[in-house]
């Protein structure tokens, strides 16, 4: 985008190595919202940051599915590298999971969010290049946070700040490159090499919390840790009797300590929860998402939508009074330029006629020539004189009937002009000087 501006709008999530910030672009009657990524500003100094950070936003713009959130622009500017990404307006997993007021969510409601969390994380496991290469990408922060709801019901998966592809190990920063340790595998915890089953595993732990309605790992860092590696998880149908013994037997598989024993293919994980949403459906019939959050955010999307309309006007002014600055600017200094110009103009003088340059007296000069000989003066040329008029003779008849040829009248004479002296010839002495 050749010179596009993105206006500050608000912000919207800061924690990790970024903040997020909800964006305006403005062009005309044209207006969109975008959420843009910047770094810290106290890691925007660390060249291994920024390192991580551009290679967020190329694997990230490399994944084209509806249920991963795009990014549509990369650049730099003199507050660091940004990534531009759709704007997903609506509430995150967790802010679902904790805004019902202690109620669970419905079961349908549950089962759609999480298979097209598990569509989206297809989608990155099976991502390729532009050459056809597979990437193999494990996203290694699945959870509740990273898993956006649109009030019309879209669901995307976000944040591949922290993505490793198989087979190439990066350099970990501290404070930079960690997940969160309660949503993270037996094998992240201890260091073992992970593929993509451990984002399996992640997503057994979001399943559980959003059907549950409470975190699956509790206490401190190292509590949950130790819960991860060595505690069985605990059986769903005993928190949740409503909950179908094939999604309770998925949540186990997820779950499992082992990652042979869980699914290997994030495709049978898709297939599984299509197969579970179809049985509800037949059940309770269809009820989309968009129903569920009217029902219980109805007014905070009402107060939501009041508030970002206020945004926008503030925002609209601002890039208004923006506008006429530099316009204003731009004026004064075309006026600038051509006052200075006018003045250069003024003082500048004319250039006048050229010089006619003096004659050289070296033929004259005598300190080398025993006589200066005059330069021989041109003759004047004589003036041709008028032609004589040609008088015709008449004729006349005499008495007798015979024609008599009369004289020609005789012409007035001439002046003769006076003879042109000729020029003195040149010469060691010339005559009229001899004569004097």
């Known amino acids: ?37 910047r770094i810290l500003r106290s890691l925007r100094d660390d060249p291994r940051a920024a390192a991580m950070f551009r290679e967020e936003s190329r694997i990230a713009g490399l994944l084209r599915h509806q249920n991963v959130v795009a990014v549509l622009d990369v650049g730099e500017d003199s507050e660091g590298p940004f990534m531009v990404m759709e704007y997903v307006d609506g509430l995150s997993l967790a802010s679902l999971i904790k805004g019902t007021g202690g109620e669970l969510l419905p079961l349908q409601a549950v089962v759609r969010i999480l298979l097209d969390v598990a569509r989206g994380l297809r989608a990155a496991h099976e991502a390729r290049d532009p050459s056809g290469a597979s990437l193999d990408l494990i996203h290694r922060d699945i959870t509740p946070q990273n898993v956006l709801i649109g009030w019309d019901g879209a669901v995307k998966l976000t944040d591949f700040g922290i993505v490793k592809a198989v087979g190439r190990e990066t350099e970990t920063t501290v404070g930079i490159l960690k997940g969160k340790p309660g949503y993270m595998s037996p094998e992240q915890l201890t260091l073992r090499p992970v593929d993509h089953r451990s984002d399996l595993f992640s997503l057994g732990v979001v399943l559980y919390e959003a059907l549950a309605g409470r975190r699956l790992y509790r206490g401190d860092d190292a509590q949950r840790a130790h ?59 269809s009820t989309s998402l968009e129903h569920v959050l009217e029902r219980y955010f ?33 004026v004064v200094g075309v006026a600038l330029v051509l006052s200075a110009a006018g003045l250069y103009a003024a003082w500048t003088p004319e250039p006048g006629p050229p010089e006619t340059p003096k004659p050289s007296h070296a033929a004259n000069d005598t300190r080398d020539a025993a006589v200066a000989e005059p330069a021989e003066e041109a003759s004047p040329v004589p003036e041709p004189a008028p032609p004589t008029p040609v008088v015709e003779p008449t004729m006349r008849r005499t008495r007798r009937g015979r024609a008599m040829r009369r004289a020609p009248a005789t012409p007035a004479p001439q002046t003769p002009a006076p003879p042109t002296p000729a020029p003195p010839r040149a010469g060691p002495l010339h005559q009229w000087q001899l004569d004097e």
């Open 1 to 37: 985008m050749a010179s596009t501006e993105y206006t500050f709008v608000r912000e919207l999530q800061r924690g990790g190595m970024g903040t997020v910030e909800l964006v305006l672009r403005a062009d005309g009657r044209f207006e969109r919202l975008f959420a843009r990524k």
């Open 227 to 285: 819960r991860i590696v060595y505690e069985a998880p605990p059986d769903l149908a005993d928190i949740r009797p409503d909950v179908p013994p094939r999604l309770v037997q998925l949540a186990f598989d997820l779950l499992a300590k082992d990652c042979r024993l869980r699914p290997q293919q994030t495709a049978e994980v898709v297939e599984r929860l299509e197969e579970i949403l179809d049985d509800l459906i037949e059940d309770e019939g």
């Open 298 to 330: 109805g007014p905070l999307k009402a107060d939501r939508e009041q508030e970002l309309r206020r945004l926008l006007r503030l925002t609209r002014t601002r890039i208004s009074r923006a506008r006429r600055t530099r316009i204003a600017a731009q």
